[in-house]
C-alpha cells in the first residue's frame, strides 16, 4: 500500500504542484494554455490526452523534465563490466579516463534531475521552463535524443525497472490540469518569493525561508 501511495499519488500530485507554480511564475504560457484548452470543445477524450493537446503535452513534459519528482535511480551490478563514457573526464588523481571500471556489487546512483536539466545534454537553456523545445522541429538536442529512455528523460526510469504506470499518470496530470486552468487563474503570491526544493525523497516546492512544503498561490476564478 505505501509503495502505491508513494509512486501513484504522491508523485503526480507534486508535479500538479510544480506545474501550476511554472504556470503561476510564466503567465504568458499559462494565457496560452488555457487558450489552447478553451478551443477544444466538451471533455478532452483519453486518446486526446494520450495523442492530442500538443501545447498541453509539452507543458506536461516540460515539468517532468525539469521537476522530476523523484531523486535518482539506484542499481547494483550483478556482474563486473566496464562503463563507456561519452567523452573522456579528468580523475581527481589528473588521469584521463574514457571509461569506469565497475566491480559486481557495486551500487550505482543516476541522479535523474541532473540528467534531464543538463546544459551539456539540453542545452544552454536546460534550466529554463520552455514547452515550445517539446514543439519545435530541432528542439531536442542529439544529445538528449541519444537518451533512450521515454521522451529522452529519465523522470520514469529506463529499461525492465521502468515506470509502468507513466501512461496513466500522464493522462490523470493532464485531465486534472485542463480542469484547473480552463476555470481558475494562478499567480505568485509574491514575486520576490524565492522558491526551492525541500530535501527528501521527493521533491517538493517549498519557499525559502519559511517552514514546510508550501508554496501559497493566488487563485481566482476564470471569468472569460
Same mark, same amino acid.
Given at each position: ?12 500530485? !507534486? ?55 523523484? !531523486? ?10 566496464? !562503463? ?66 521515454y521522451r529522452h528523460i529519465l523522470t520514469f526510469s529506463d529499461g525492465p525497472r521502468t515506470c ?46 519559511e517552514v514546510g512544503a508550501k508554496v501559497p498561490l493566488y487563485v481566482r476564478r476564470y471569468e472569460?
Amino acid at each position: 500500500m505505501n509503495i502505491l501511495l508513494i509512486a501513484g499519488y504522491e508523485t503526480t500530485s !507534486i508535479s500538479l504542484t510544480w506545474t501550476l507554480l511554472e504556470l503561476a511564475r510564466n503567465t504568458d504560457i499559462q494565457t496560452k494554455l488555457r487558450e489552447v484548452l478553451m478551443t477544444s470543445a466538451g471533455d478532452p477524450t483519453y486518446d486526446q490526452f494520450s495523442n492530442g493537446l500538443p501545447y498541453l503535452d509539452a507543458v506536461v513534459h516540460e515539468t517532468l523534465r525539469l521537476h522530476p519528482p523523484a !531523486i535518482g535511480l539506484t542499481r547494483i551490478a550483478t556482474e563486473d563490466d566496464v !562503463i563507456p563514457l561519452s567523452e573522456p573526464v579528468h580523475t581527481r588523481s589528473g588521469k584521463v579516463v574514457d571509461s569506469i571500471s565497475v566491480a559486481k556489487g557495486t551500487h550505482i546512483h543516476v541522479s535523474i534531475p541532473c540528467i534531464n536539466r543538463s546544459n551539456s545534454i539540453w542545452g544552454p537553456d536546460a534550466k529554463d521552463f520552455r514547452p515550445e523545445r517539446w514543439l519545435e522541429e530541432d528542439g531536442i538536442p542529439k544529445k538528449a535524443q541519444e537518451i533512450q529512455a521515454y521522451r529522452h528523460i529519465l523522470t520514469f526510469s529506463d529499461g525492465p525497472r521502468t515506470c509502468l504506470g507513466k501512461g496513466f499518470a500522464i493522462a490523470e496530470l493532464k485531465a486534472v490540469l485542463t480542469v484547473l486552468v480552463r476555470n481558475f487563474v494562478f499567480a505568485m503570491r509574491d514575486r520576490s518569493d524565492k522558491v526551492e526544493i525541500g530535501r527528501g525523497i521527493l521533491q517538493r516546492p517549498k519557499i525559502a525561508g519559511e517552514v514546510g512544503a508550501k508554496v501559497p498561490l493566488y487563485v481566482r476564478r476564470y471569468e472569460g
